[in-house]
């Protein structure tokens, strides 16, 4: 039998991980469609660059990647009680999220602007 999450974990990981990533990432699919105008100032450049109605399809495309990770995190982490299955999928996660990263560093400078808060918009 394989090592149970439940009890490898705490509960508060397993919150953030079933429930509050997959509600905050349902909200950035709500922009990505209804207002991608606030999704690019807000999780992306901060008015380095604007939102541009030709790149629809790819604010498109981003939100149907966050429905899949929203249901992994809902269907797969939340129905499944498998120690082994979970740090697989956290594992795919973080490399999914060192990607969107690397790629929202791009307007402002890539990574050393980003590290430096002096530079950072309020």
């Known amino acids: 039998?394989?090592?149970?999450?439940?009890?490898?974990?705490?509960?508060?990981?397993?919150?953030?991980?079933?429930?509050?990533e997959p509600l905050s990432t349902s909200y950035r699919i709500y922009l990505a469609f209804a207002d991608p105008n606030n999704?690019?100032?807000?999780?992306?450049?901060?008015?380095?660059?604007?939102?541009?109605?030709?790149?629809?399809?790819?604010?498109?495309?981003?939100?149907?990647?966050?429905v899949?990770?929203?249901l992994i995190e809902t269907l797969v982490l939340g129905g499944f009680d498998d120690l082994r299955?979970?740090?697989?999928?956290?594992?795919?996660?973080?490399?999914?999220?060192?990607?969107?990263?690397?790629?929202?560093t791009g307007p402002v400078g890539r990574w050393l602007v980003f590290w430096d808060l002096t530079r950072w918009k309020s």
């Not at 740090?87 to 690397?102: E, I």
Request: with cysteine; aromatic share 16%; hydrophobic share 40%.
């Open 1 to 20: 039998m394989p090592p149970k999450a439940s009890t490898s974990i705490s509960s508060i990981s397993h919150f953030i991980l079933t429930k509050f």
């Open 39 to 66: 999704l690019i100032y807000n999780h992306f450049s901060r008015g380095t660059i604007s939102y541009n109605p030709q790149t629809q399809v790819l604010y498109e495309q981003l939100a149907g990647m966050w």
């Open 68 to 70: 899949f990770l929203t």
């Open 85 to 104: 299955l979970l740090k697989r999928v956290r594992f795919c996660l973080l490399a999914c999220d060192a990607f969107y990263y690397h790629s929202v």
